[in-house]
């Protein structure tokens, strides 16, 4: 079965209406035929063949004919794929641009920032604060998700690490904890509009 299916697809949709519409006028010129042989003696005796003939090609016009609706809903589904495809395609873009301009927008806050520790934070917090070892030691573990541990854990002679430079730190930590936030909403602000575009599909 699905061998005539496959055959009849390869028919142009224009021929295959044109042959559908051929097939309803054949058969039903054979049946009107059927009953008009009658009044004919001499050709009385095809009138079963020809009744017969009629109907069994209106079935199969009627089956064509069902065809035709079906590749009219493919067509229509078609077209409305690919309209839903560029709208897919324009919101990627729109959105793209607009995640990119707002992690932009971060990384100039972060470079803002860390200028002025450099140019001014940074040396005064050096000149009042020296940090600990044990603090260099959880920072780091925290880093990691661990816990600090051992003797670094509460070594309290001061280390070589500037309190600036932690801040400096501390300052990219915030951005690319800001960034990830931003692309997150932009992954979920995604999905919800690829999901709207492609669910008017079944409506």
Not at 168 to 192: F, I, M, P, S
Request: charged share 20%; with cysteine.
């Amino acid at each position: 079965m699905w061998q005539i299916q496959w055959m009849l697809q390869l028919i142009p949709d224009s021929l295959f209406v044109w042959i559908t519409y051929a097939l309803f006028l054949t058969g039903v010129v054979l049946y009107i035929a059927s009953k008009l042989v009658t009044i004919i003696p001499m050709i009385n005796r095809y009138k079963l063949v020809a009744e017969l003939s009629g109907v069994a090609v209106l079935i199969v016009a009627a089956y064509f004919y069902g065809g035709v609706g079906y590749r009219e809903m493919i067509a229509d589904l078609k077209a409305r794929v690919a309209v839903a495809e560029q709208q897919s395609k324009d919101a990627n873009v729109a959105l793209e641009k607009k995640t990119k301009e707002k992690v932009q927008v971060i990384k100039e806050t972060v470079y803002v920032n860390k200028t002025i520790i450099k140019e001014t934070a940074g040396r005064q917090i050096d000149s009042q604060c020296v940090l600990p070892r044990s603090a260099v030691s959880l920072h780091n573990s925290a880093s990691g998700n661990q816990v600090s541990r051992g003797s670094a854990a509460t070594d309290g002679t001061p280390s070589t690490v500037k309190a600036s430079e932690l801040l400096e730190t501390v300052v990219d930590n915030y951005g690319t904890c800001h960034e990830t936030a931003e692309k997150l909403r932009g992954w979920q602000e995604w999905y919800g509009t690829q999901k709207k575009i492609f669910d008017a599909l079944t409506k």
